[in-house]
């Protein structure tokens, strides 16, 4: 900014050297990484939890009432879903509502940033966080316990699919409709037992009563336990749980969109 | 040409007017001064003006464009400073600079911009880490940083201390020397005196009075001050017939008067033609502070 030179005129289309988008993720990439909070909650204790119990005799076993599966192959998905959990209601609903109450959306939406940009690039790196974690807990239970693989590849990735983007779509409700970060927290603690719980966090879905289990059907986590158990069997997964899955993440999505505000 | 252009702006919320009818045009290279007490609509008309408020009625021009109409090619000819905006806290300001420099697509030198504002020493401090003068000195590089035409400052030198505030003076001065037309928002008016060409004075979601500082000044009813003790009594009914006399106190034998620049030619003549002597003759102009007192009513 020298006094003597004249401004350039600005040019009014988009530049090619410019790329909010890419400077936006970047950013965000380097701050995910600077809580290590979220990292290890995300990323490493799900995988962490099936290593402990991969280390517990008992928990190799084959039980009747998992249906000839050991307590750490039934756990397999469990912890597949908790990292999702941990990202979508735990590590994302206060960054976003942290952005917004503070301004920072506000304060991106006066440059050419699309403030959606912000969000898309929170939604794709807690998305690509737990599907990391997910590759990670295939993997180390393959590798250290070995627990197969599932059988239903293609059935198990849309199983995934579905259930990371709802929720994603889930925590950005959550952030949509707190005004704080404190009331974001408050909301998200209250939702992310019953999240666990469903998902078989306390008791895998094949242990628990059949009442229980049929509620617990209808709840998003309780659909994509089943779903991916049938993936892990071999078998393509339940049209009625995808579908249940499916639905949840569309009316998630939609209310997120629509009640979501920038200031 | 105006590139700035607001035409009866108002917004109210919940039913109470805060901004009512404000009509104002910022000409290219100026820097327009935007004063008024709290809660007098300044802020909402600039946030208005950078499109981060939707008015109820009237239109804003910036550059031409419609600040909401033509949102993202707005956001390349305004940088705006904005009140109570925080980063991203983990950021280091370095880091913060490049993200926003990679926003725009003709960049300034965003190192070139973190030494004119002292903050070389502070590229690798995160931005929750520096003080609220650093932040508000980095708030003010990234309202710079992509090369904008018109910048929206609001309250620029809120929380710096006198020699940061100086600084920061000097390279507004130098931003606008290169051609770009700032508005400023201030309730300094030390601020407005020193910078600005034009002054809008608002109170209560209007514009009261709209000048330079000392025009303002000299439209204010006292524009000038005189004071002196006469060696010996003068009749009252004298001096009270000056021309653009606006007020006269007389106090243990000394008198202060405020008035214009014909005030105190008459005064002189009127001390001469009665060969009185004045010690301790005063004449001191008014400050932009009593000019805004004056045209907002704010102590009555």
Redesign the interface.
């Known amino acids: 900014m020298s006094a003597a030179t004249a401004p350039p005129a600005p040019s009014l289309t988009a530049n090619v050297r410019a790329r909010p988008g890419r400077a936006v993720l970047r950013a965000e990439t380097l701050l995910f990484f600077r809580e290590p909070g979220s990292v290890f909650w995300v990323m490493a204790f799900p995988t962490l939890l099936l290593l402990i119990l991969g280390f517990i005799p008992a928990m190799t076993e084959a039980k009747d009432e998992l249906g000839g599966l050991s307590t750490v192959e039934a756990y397999v998905p469990v912890a597949v879903l908790l990292s999702m959990i941990m990202a979508g209601l735990m590590a994302m609903p206060p960054v976003i509502t942290g952005y917004r109450e503070r301004g920072i959306l506000r304060r991106m939406s006066t440059t050419p940033v699309r403030p959606t940009s912000v969000l898309g690039a929170q939604v794709g790196l807690h998305a690509a966080a737990s599907l990391f974690s997910a590759v990670l807990t295939l993997a180390v239970g393959r590798i250290v316990s070995g627990v197969a693989l599932p059988g239903q590849i293609l059935g198990y990735l849309l199983t995934l699919l579905l259930a990371v983007v709802c929720v994603l779509a889930l925590g950005a409700l959550i952030s949509a409709l707190s005004p704080t970060t404190k009331i974001a927290q408050a909301v998200s603690i209250s939702v992310f037992f019953p999240s666990m719980l469903a998902a078989g966090v306390y008791m895998p879905i094949q242990q628990m009563p059949d009442v229980m289990a049929r509620i617990v059907e209808l709840l998003p986590f309780g659909a994509a336990a089943q779903a991916l158990n049938q993936a892990t069997a071999g078998d393509w997964p339940d049209w009625n749980h995808l579908g249940v899955l499916a639905l949840w993440t569309l009316v998630l999505s939609a209310s997120a969109t629509r009640w979501f505000r920038w200031q | 040409m105006a590139l700035i252009e607001v035409n009866d702006l108002r917004k109210s919320y919940g039913g109470r007017p805060v901004v009512d009818g404000v009509s104002l045009a910022v000409e290219e290279g100026e820097i327009f001064g935007v004063l008024g007490s709290n809660g007098a609509g300044k802020t909402t008309t600039v946030e208005s003006i ?3 408020r939707v008015p109820d009625s009237g239109t804003i021009r910036v550059c031409g464009l419609d600040p909401i109409a033509d949102r ?2 707005t ?6 400073q ?1 009140q ?5 806290g ?2 280091t300001v370095a ?2 600079l ?3 420099t ?5 960049p ?1 030198d965003w190192r ?2 973190a030494e ?1 504002l002292g903050l070389g020493e502070k590229l690798n401090t995160r931005f929750a880490h520096l003080s609220g003068g650093q932040k508000q000195r980095l708030a003010i590089a ?1 309202a ?1 940083v ?4 018109v910048v929206v400052l609001d309250e620029l030198t809120t929380g710096l201390d006198p020699a940061a505030r100086r600084e920061v003076w000097s390279l507004i001065e ?2 606008r ?4 037309t700032i508005l400023l928002v201030t309730h300094f008016m030390e601020e407005a005196q020193r910078l600005c060409d034009r002054v809008a004075i608002f109170s209560r979601g209007r514009i009261t009075a709209q000048d330079t500082p000392s025009g303002l000044v000299a439209q204010s009813a006292s524009g000038t001050v005189i004071s002196f003790t006469p060696s010996r009594p003068l009749a009252a009914d004298a001096l009270a017939a000056l021309p653009g006399l606006a007020s006269i106190t007389q106090h243990d034998g000394k008198f202060t008067l405020a008035g214009t620049d014909e005030t105190v030619n008459a005064v002189i003549n009127l001390l001469a033609r009665n060969r009185v002597s004045a010690h301790h003759l005063r004449v001191t102009d008014s400050t932009l502070d009593d000019a805004f007192l004056d045209l907002t009513g704010a102590d009555a």
């Open positions: 950078i499109g981060l993202a090619k956001t390349l000819v305004i940088g705006a904005l109570e905006s925080e980063l991203q983990k950021l880091e913060v490049r993200l926003y990679d926003c725009y697509p003709d300034a070139t911009l004119r990234l710079l992509g090369n904008p035409r130098d931003v020397a290169s051609g770009v």
